[in-house]
């Protein structure tokens, strides 16, 4: 074993999906090699090998980790409890505030990877059928006409990855100020101040 190894403890899977997240998200998929993740981490190549095959194994943990954290919790907020419309899309917003629950840089990462991988592309498109699917159906739930419920869910859906692919900078307190504005152009009405002091009321 390299004696760079023995000098420090030895690293978890989730250092190692943690470098390759940094990597992927700055530099592209392309980047993402077990010989620059070892030199980034001060190990040698060899203790890659104790938590993953070979680079494809990685890479599908990070794509697993992409679908639970990103398209998961983004269903999860729409089957939330919720007494109206706004409240629900104020659960929803929760993903567009907080990144453990929605990353925005792994999701453009990932699009950007899908353009070149017709694999991981048919995995895009699934979950983003998904998305679709449970934006629909929190509409639907709320009294939206199938149609109706359909267009402003995939209205939001191009909203957001609009966001995500033009990379716009807002700072929390303005992204939030805007929001009751966003659920009147979704839902076709606005927020009561009651539905949005208890988002505030979650995010200070």
Request: proline fraction near 2%.
């Amino acid at each position: 074993m390299d004696t760079q190894d023995i000098a420090r403890p030895r690293l978890s899977e989730e250092d190692w999906l943690a470098a390759a997240y940094e990597m992927l998200t700055e530099s592209g998929v392309e980047a993402v090699k077990v010989m620059p993740l070892a030199k980034r981490l001060g190990v040698s190549r060899t203790s890659f090998y104790w938590h993953f095959t070979d680079r494809e194994e990685l890479l599908e943990a990070m794509v697993r980790r992409w679908e639970e954290r990103n398209t998961g919790n983004l269903v999860a907020r729409t089957e939330a409890y919720a007494e109206n419309i706004a409240e629900a899309m104020f659960n929803l917003f929760d993903c567009w505030i907080d990144p453990d629950l929605f990353d925005a840089r792994l999701d453009l990462a990932i699009r950007n990877w899908a353009r070149n991988d017709s694999n991981l592309q048919a995995q895009l498109d699934q979950a983003d059928t998904r998305r679709e699917h449970a934006m629909t159906n929190m509409f639907l739930r709320f009294g939206y006409q199938k149609q109706d419920a359909l267009i402003r869910a995939r209205t939001m859906i191009y909203t957001q990855i609009g966001y995500i692919s033009m990379q716009v900078h807002e700072s929390k307190e303005y992204r939030i100020s805007l929001m009751p504005g966003w659920i009147e152009v979704f839902t076709g009405s606005r927020p009561t101040q009651r539905d949005l002091d208890r988002f505030l009321a979650r995010h200070g």
